[in-house]
C-alpha cells in the first residue's frame, strides 16, 4: 500500500470538460502539478443530460429521436477530437473509439428498458470524454495510462463502500502497465452486486474521486469544478454569496448530504475513514486557494446554509402515543422494514411528524403506520440546513426565528447536534428562506450577545 503514498486524485466535473477551451486548461492544470495522479472526469458538460433524454426514448420506443440524440453526441465528440486532436493516426484512433461506442449504445437502444440499459446508456458520456482526454495528451506528449473504471470500481453497497476491494483491484491492473504519473478513468460508473454496470447516482463523479482516493491511499483529493469553492449559500438563489477557505468533514458532509449541489451528497465519507483533505478548486481560476475540507477545524460557529428537496412529510397523530413507551419504537421499525432513511423527527404529547428523502416505498409504509393513528402526508418540501462547528452555542443564530414571522416553517430541528439547525419548509417558499436567512444571519449587523 505504501507505493501508493504520494498518489493525487484529481476529478474534473463536466463544464471543466465541456469545451475545447476548459479541455485545455484542465492539461495546463495537471501539467503545473508535479506527482503521481488519478484523474476521475466526467462526461461534457450537458452529455449526460442527453443520454438520459435516450433511455427515455428507449421506454418510448422512439428510435428516431433515439438516432437524433446519437448524430448530435457524434457530432460534438468529433469536432472535439478535431479540435484537440492533430496527429492524424491518433485523431483517427480516437474517433474509432467514439464511434464504437456510439454503434454499441445504438444497439443497447434497441433493447427493452431496465436499470441496466439505463446504466450502459447513461454512463457512455464519460468512456467517450476520458479515452478522448487520454489521447488529447499523448497527441502533446505527455504520458499517461488510460484505465476503464469497470475493471475495479466494485461498489456492491452504495452507502458504504469497500474501498479496500476497490484499491486491491486498481492494483492489479495497474500492476502490468508502463508506469507513469498521470492514470485517467471515468467517473460515475460502478459495478454493482449483481456484476452489472450501474452508476453511484447523478453527479456521482465526486464519490467516484473520493472512493478511489479512500482506496488508493491517496494524500488529497481535489475536486475541479465551475466556482472558486463552497460557498456559505446555494449560490444559484442567492445573491453575495462567498467561498469559505475551510470546513470541517463533518460540516461538509452535513451540507453535502443536505443538497449542496456543489458536492453529490455521500462524496465525505470515504475521506473521512482515512482523513484525507479535500479541495475544492475552480478550473477556469486555478490560483484561488478554493476550500479546503479535513478534519481540522479553524473556526466555530455558522458556516453555510444548503437546501435538500423532495422531501415528504409524514405526520402520525395518535392518543395512544400519550404516557405509552415502546410508540416510537414500532413507528421506526416500518420505516426500517423498508430501508427508508429518515431525516427529520418532531415529537408532541399526541403526534409525531418526520420526514424522508425516499418516496419508492410510500405507499406500503403508510399503509402500516394506518395501524397506529392518523396519518397526514405532505409532499414537495425542502429542508433547509444551517451548518457550523458549534453553532448552538453561537447566540447570533437565534435571529432565524425571527424569519418565523415571514415564512411557514413546517418542522424544526434544533439541538440533535452542535453543528446543525434544520428547518423544513414547502419547497415553494426555498429560495425566499434561503434568501431570508442570507440576510438575518450573514448581512445583518451582530446584535450585541448575552453572556
Ligand atoms: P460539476 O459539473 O463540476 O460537478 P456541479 O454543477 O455539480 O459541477 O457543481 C457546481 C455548482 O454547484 C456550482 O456552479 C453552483 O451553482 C452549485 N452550488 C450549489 N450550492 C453550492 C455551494 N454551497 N457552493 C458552491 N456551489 C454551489
Ligand atoms: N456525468 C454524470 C452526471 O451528469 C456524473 C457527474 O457529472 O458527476 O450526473
Ligand atoms: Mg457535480
Not at 503521481?36 to 428510435?63: C, P, R
Not at 452507502?159 to 478513468?185: A, M, R
Not at 442567492?238 to 455521500?266: C, R
Not at 409504509?365 to 452555542?393: F, P, W
Amino acid at each position: 500500500m505504501s507505493k501508493y503514498l504520494a498518489m493525487k486524485v484529481l476529478k474534473f466535473g463536466g463544464t471543466s470538460v465541456g469545451s475545447v477551451e476548459s479541455i485545455r486548461n484542465v492539461k495546463n492544470i495537471l501539467a503545473s502539478r508535479e506527482g503521481k495522479k488519478v484523474l476521475v472526469l466526467s462526461a461534457m458538460a450537458g452529455v449526460t443530460n442527453k443520454l438520459v433524454e435516450i433511455t427515455e426514448n428507449i421506454k418510448l420506443g422512439d428510435h428516431s429521436a433515439i438516432n437524433s440524440i446519437i448524430a448530435e453526441l457524434k457530432q460534438k465528440h468529433e469536432s472535439t477530437i478535431d479540435e484537440l486532436i492533430d496527429k492524424p493516426g491518433l485523431n483517427s484512433y480516437a474517433k474509432a473509439f467514439v464511434n464504437n461506442v456510439l454503434e454499441g449504445l445504438q444497439e443497447i437502444s434497441r433493447n427493452k428498458y431496465s436499470e441496466k440499459v439505463y446504466a450502459e446508456v447513461v454512463t457512455t458520456g464519460e468512456t467517450m470524454l476520458t479515452y478522448i482526454f487520454s489521447t488529447f495528451l499523448t497527441n502533446s506528449g505527455i504520458q499517461n495510462n488510460f484505465l476503464d473504471a469497470k475493471d475495479f470500481m466494485q461498489v456492491s453497497n452504495l452507502e458504504n463502500p469497500d474501498t479496500d476491494l476497490v484499491g486491491k483491484l486498481f492494483q492489479q491492473n495497474i500492476e502490468n502497465l508502463e508506469p507513469t504519473d498521470i492514470y485517467i478513468t471515468q467517473g460515475f460508473v460502478r459495478i454493482n452486486a449483481q456484476n452489472n454496470i450501474s452508476t453511484l447516482k447523478r453527479g456521482g463523479s465526486d464519490y467516484s474521486a473520493t472512493i478511489l482516493a479512500a482506496a488508493v491511499q491517496a494524500d488529497e483529493v481535489q475536486i475541479w469544478t465551475d466556482i472558486d469553492g463552497f460557498h456559505n449559500n446555494d449560490p444559484r438563489y442567492v445573491e453575495n454569496t462567498h467561498a469559505i477557505a475551510e470546513l470541517s468533514f463533518e460540516e461538509a458532509a452535513e451540507l453535502a448530504y443536505f443538497g449542496a449541489k456543489i458536492l453529490h451528497p455521500q462524496t465525505i465519507s470515504p475521506v473521512i475513514k482515512r482523513q484525507i483533505p479535500l479541495f475544492l478548486k475552480n478550473t477556469f481560476t486555478p490560483d484561488l486557494p478554493g476550500t479546503k475540507i479535513s478534519a481540522e477545524i479553524h473556526s466555530r460557529g455558522l458556516k453555510a446554509i444548503s437546501a435538500k428537496d423532495g422531501i415528504t412529510a409524514i405526520k402520525i397523530k395518535s392518543n395512544r402515543m400519550l404516557m405509552a413507551h415502546g410508540f416510537l419504537k414500532k413507528i421506526f421499525e416500518v420505516f426500517d422494514k423498508y430501508e427508508t432513511a429518515i431525516d427529520m423527527i418532531t415529537t408532541s404529547e399526541i403526534a409525531i411528524s418526520l420526514t424522508i428523502d425516499d418516496d419508492r416505498n410510500l405507499d406500503v409504509i403508510l399503509e402500516e403506520l394506518n395501524a397506529y393513528g392518523e396519518i397526514t402526508v405532505e409532499k414537495d418540501h425542502s429542508i433547509i440546513c444551517i451548518v457550523g462547528e458549534g453553532l448552538i452555542e453561537d447566540k447570533s443564530t437565534s435571529r432565524l426565528f425571527e424569519l418565523l414571522n415571514d415564512i411557514p416553517v413546517r418542522m424544526i430541528s434544533y439541538g440533535g447536534s452542535d453543528n446543525n439547525i434544520s428547518l423544513l419548509v414547502d419547497t415553494k417558499n426555498k429560495i425566499q428562506t434561503l434568501q431570508g436567512l442570507n440576510h438575518k444571519l450573514f448581512e445583518e449587523q451582530q446584535v450585541p450577545q448575552f453572556v
